[in-house]
């Protein structure tokens, strides 16, 4: 394989808006989503940079009460729908699936283009909504509240959302029969990358849970437009009926957020272990078993919701149960690295944040499915610390991670490694500064979704701010390097890291066809065992 | 790309390898999205199982509000439509000239569905059993009668002399119409979906585009019809025909 | 997966079965059957369904991934129904600490 760059590739074999807006490549549309999911990150990001500026005062003496709840909403609402559940699988996924199973694209190129479209739309009709006065829900739009009491524009979200919903379930689709039907000749399912097997059950997450999100979109807006009473107690409806529909999705929805994630670390810390992963089928398995018992475990976000007390029992042993297989997962990572050749290049330093972060935030979600210590906790700053241990320690990690260990594959270019490292360290030690005096608050009753507190909880209030400043730094100095090295770069070889996988048997960029014809797969995955430690690396010195 | 000829080898995109692989994977595009769809209409189906089992008394009352002769003829009718489509998948597959004509003919049948349940809808208008201001739910099986307490008289068609009891039976039934609506709304969107697709294949079998080798896409929105015959099969009993005994 | 052509004379049977079923279940919901009313009408609908998913959507002669793909939304469904409607039938069978 040739180490300069090849004179044609995805990047340069035809110019101009249109040969991008109208492209059928998945690598160009995993492009086109980085830039929308990182506007729509900032977006979110701002909005949070808000709260922790309100929450530095006791007093709520920034923003009007009323105001408040709609930054908190639209936070909520932006990073959830638009970065954390596209992210990983929009991005990295629309890129990397067809290459790791030595496929020229995915099975349905316009299908994949229209999914941009629909995230774009839905974004749109999103920020729409900000402009004219956003909502005050929170991201949960429980009802009566949202159906009948709130004065602010819920129909435009609410389409926004299930445009975007439409996004998620086309690429989904495209991802389950790719994966079904393309691989190459010798590639049988236990020979799949481990970032294969966790697209794969995201993909089954999205199909079986977004539908059933749609259709609690559909039923709110009714009732809100048309007065109907499904989910308002004055018209014989059931606010708890909402809940069960609201949660029937969202609580999947945050292993799609995960999953992909998981997938990004077992790429990671196999290449930077120069070792196969530990308990293969008993990852790729876990992969499964998450999707499915994600199911089962919804009530748990509605203990004290006048939900039955046998139904809260059922759900909280369930609850127990599904931390199981992610454990399994941080058990087989860390044994994948016990006696490896371990090296601490960027991408290993987001996989090292994550098994710390994400140990955390698995814990702590185990204290929250007791009911007892629920019941508690519920509705306090303990929650959105628990949350923020796994979306932001472990997703967004997984994310940066991702993003740089295929960087010089995406583009070609190796981003400036010291620059990596710093923002990686920089990235911790915020977010755990933001973080962690979060789970203290919670404990000593500081509730959520309040724009003042009691002064006794300032001193906590201040540190997560101040460790807010600091991850926002983290994040910014990361945005500014890999778009500048895409130009100004060193040129990378087609595989700096040395990693096993068809993707990097490919120049970097890529053609557009990827493989000339589909590479026959005779190994198991992560051979690294069988593949000398490159020559120096690419980050000697 | 090599050039092929219609007759000799069928055509397939490009990333895939071969037209078998194309029609497997177009093939399970389809059931894959069929699935979301059954989750989807399954939202629909769990409101109405948690809402029935809560207000059996009403839901019955407003079923009988529904007319089962409209309902069951268009439930002859869509079935039929579903006969059609699997004719029109079966002339494609075995390149018989009938293509066209049972597209025709499914659409013709899925067109007079939807022509039967507008004149549904514009009865319960005329009915006053929209969910909404002017909402009036009556049993006409109640003549006028003297109230409990014996001092008034309580109007025909009124459920209940109790006003509490009455108000909830109103709210009830108006939940009964609002999942009639939603549901039979909602497959009807879906068919008013199909008929779209059906068009777009009636112009392209016309142009030839489908032959014993390509004829994948007859088969999908064949797929796609046919669930959407399987709600209305389910819709039917669980609107139309509750509690018809009493 | 090699595609599979069926004989116009199932469909045409298949159609009379579901005629057949549609005039049954009106019937059959004007008797008093008791509480196997609802039964017996869900029963019916899940048959004549079957009978469109194997013959005139060709599931019967599809592969076993088609079946799963199947069973699992079915199933998914129910979970979604059963496990919501078990709360609602479940209130009050144990009570809350302190009441």
Redesign the interface.
């Known amino acids: 394989m040739s180490d300069r760059t090849p004179a044609t590739h995805y990047l340069n074999v035809s110019y101009g808006i249109r040969s991008w807006l109208f492209t059928r490549d998945h690598k160009r549309i995993a492009l086109l989503y980085l830039a929308s999911v990182t506007l729509m990150f900032l977006v979110g990001g701002s909005f949070a940079a808000m709260v922790r500026l309100e929450l530095l005062t006791p007093a709520g003496d920034l923003f009007q009460a009323d105001t408040y709840n709609k930054i908190f909403t639209l936070h909520g609402i932006v990073m959830v729908f638009f970065f954390l559940i596209p992210g990983i699988p929009a991005v990295l996924g629309n890129f990397l699936v067809?290459m790791m199973i030595g496929?020229?694209?995915?099975?349905?190129?316009r299908l994949n283009l229209l999914s941009w479209y629909l995230f774009n739309l839905g974004a749109l009709f999103t920020l729409f909504n900000i402009v004219i006065g956003g909502v005050d829900t929170g991201w949960t739009f429980y009802t009566p509240y949202s159906t009948t009491w709130t004065t602010t524009n819920i129909v435009p979200v609410a389409l926004g959302i299930f445009v975007t919903g439409f996004s998620s379930?086309l690429t989904g689709?495209n991802f389950?029969?790719?994966i079904?039907?393309?691989r190459a000749p010798g590639l049988t399912w236990f020979r799949l990358p481990l970032f294969i097997w966790a697209h794969y059950a995201t993909s089954v997450i999205i199909?079986?849970?977004?539908?059933?999100l749609?259709?609690?979109i559909?039923?709110l807006a009714?009732e809100r437009v048309?007065?109907?009473?499904?989910f308002d107690p004055a018209?014989?409806?059931?606010p708890?009926?909402f809940q069960?529909?609201f949660w029937?999705y969202s609580h999947p929805a945050v292993y799609i957020m995960i999953l992909p994630a998981m997938g990004v670390i077992s790429e990671i810390v196999t290449c930077f272990s120069r070792k196969r992963i530990y308990g293969y089928p008993f990852v790729a398995a876990s992969s499964l078993a998450i999707a499915l018992l994600g199911?089962?475990v919804w009530?748990h976000h509605m203990f004290v919701s006048s939900?039955?007390?046998?139904?809260g029992?059922v759900f909280s042993v369930l609850s127990f149960l599904v931390a199981i297989p992610s454990a399994v997962k941080v058990f087989n990572w860390t044994a994948t690295l016990y006696k490896g050749s371990i090296s601490f290049e960027t991408p290993m330093l987001y996989v090292f944040g994550f098994l710390g972060l994400f140990t955390i935030g698995g814990l702590t979600g185990l204290m929250l499915a007791c009911l007892g210590i629920d019941v508690h906790v519920h509705d306090t700053y303990f929650i959105v610390a628990h949350f923020h241990y796994i979306m932001v320690g472990g997703t967004v990690m997984g994310y940066l991670g991702g993003l740089h260990f295929w960087w010089p594959k995406i583009s070609g270019r190796l981003y400036p490694e010291g620059w990596g490292r710093l923002s990686a360290l920089i990235i911790f030690v915020g977010f755990n500064l933001t973080f962690f005096p979060q789970f203290i608050l919670g404990y000593l009753g500081m509730p959520r979704r309040y724009h003042a507190y009691p002064e006794e909880f300032q001193v906590l209030n201040v540190m997560s701010t101040a460790g807010a400043s600091i991850l926002g730094v983290g994040y910014l100095i990361p945005l500014v390097y890999l778009v500048w090295c895409m130009r100004d770069g060193k040129v990378a070889s087609s595989n700096p890291f040395g990693a096993t996988g068809l993707e990097w048997q490919t120049p970097a960029p890529p053609p557009t066809?990827n493989f000339p014809s589909?590479p026959r797969v005779t190994e198991e995955a992560y051979a690294y065992d069988k593949i000398p430690i490159p020559g120096g690396g690419a980050y000697a010195g | 790309m090599p050039a092929e000829s219609h007759a000799a080898a069928a055509i397939h995109a490009h990333q895939f390898e071969d037209a078998e692989q194309q029609r497997d994977a177009v093939t399970l595009g389809m059931w894959a999205f069929l699935l979301t769809e059954v989750l989807f209409f399954g939202g629909l189906f769990t409101a109405y199982t948690i809402y029935r089992w809560s207000f059996p008394a009403a839901f019955a009352l407003s079923s009988h509000h529904l007319d089962v002769l409209l309902g069951g003829v268009n439930t002859v009718i869509l079935i039929g439509s579903s006969l059609t489509m699997a004719l029109a998948v079966h002339a494609a597959q075995v390149g018989g000239r009938g293509v066209v004509g049972y597209l025709l003919l499914t659409m013709l049948l899925g067109s007079a569905f939807l022509g039967i349940k507008a004149v549904e809808y514009d009865h319960k208008f005329a009915e006053r059993l929209i969910p909404g201001a002017s909402f009036l739910m009556r049993d006409e099986s109640r003549p006028a009668h003297l109230d409990p307490a014996g001092d008034a008289v309580v109007a025909a068609g009124i459920a209940s002399a109790d006003p509490g009891v009455e108000a909830d039976l109103q709210h009830h039934a108006q939940i009964f119409f609002s999942l009639y609506f939603a549901m039979t709304g909602m497959h009807a969107l879906h068919m008013v979906v199909g008929l779209g697709l059906l068009a777009w294949l009636v112009l392209a079998a016309r142009r030839g585009r489908f032959s014993p080798a390509y004829s994948t896409p007859v088969e999908i929105v064949g797929l796609y019809w046919h669930f959407v015959d399987i709600v209305w099969i389910f819709l039917f009993p669980l609107l139309y025909l509750i509690d018809r005994h009493a | 997966m090699s595609q599979h052509v069926v004989s116009p004379k199932i469909y045409f049977a298949v159609f009379a079965s579901l005629m057949l079923l549609t005039a049954l279940t009106v019937w059959a919901a004007f008797q008093d059957l008791g509480p196997f009313n609802l039964a017996v009408a869900l029963g019916i609908a899940t048959l004549k369904a079957t009978l469109v998913v194997l013959y005139f959507m060709h599931v019967r002669y599809n592969p076993k991934l088609i079946w799963l793909v199947i069973g699992l939304a079915v199933a998914w469904f129910g979970v979604f129904l059963v496990v919501t409607l078990s709360d609602y039938l479940s209130r009050g069978w144990i009570p809350f600490p302190g009441k």
């Open positions: 067809p496929a020229k694209d995915l099975a349905f190129p379930i689709l389950i029969v790719t079904h039907k393309m199909m079986l849970g977004t539908p059933v749609a259709i609690t559909v039923l009714l048309f007065h109907l009473g499904f018209l014989g409806g059931d708890v009926l069960h529909f029937f199911f089962l009530g939900q039955s007390v046998f139904a029992l066809e589909p």
